[in-house]
């Protein structure tokens, strides 16, 4: 665990806080500054995720580097992540597009 994961899991916590305040009272700018502020914790905790991985992976590289079959396996593994990484970022910006069709035709 690093910075990075605490202060995602922090930003969390204060985004749920202000958003169930903004919907309490009616603020739908405070409500909505609190989910952003949950979307914000969650990309800084993965963004931590991401730098343990990789750091734990630099670690097994080094540790097998003089055996070849563990480059071929920390290749893998590095393209693995690296895939997962891109159709997250993917799925993400189909949910916002979803999203802000959704607003669109709410507005129209």
Known sequence: ????????????????????VGEAVGSQKLANQGAAQ???GHAKEAWGNVKDAA????AKARAGARNDNARGTTHDIRE????TAQNVKEK???????LNDGLKKKSA
């Open 92 to 98: 993400i910006n189909r949910g916002l597009e979803g």
């Open 80 to 83: 693995s992540v690296t895939s």
């Open 38 to 40: 949950q979307v914000k």
């Open 1 to 20: 665990m690093n910075k990075d994961n605490i202060s995602g899991k922090f930003d969390q916590a204060a985004g749920k806080i202000k958003q169930g």
């Open 55 to 58: 750091s734990d992976l630099g």
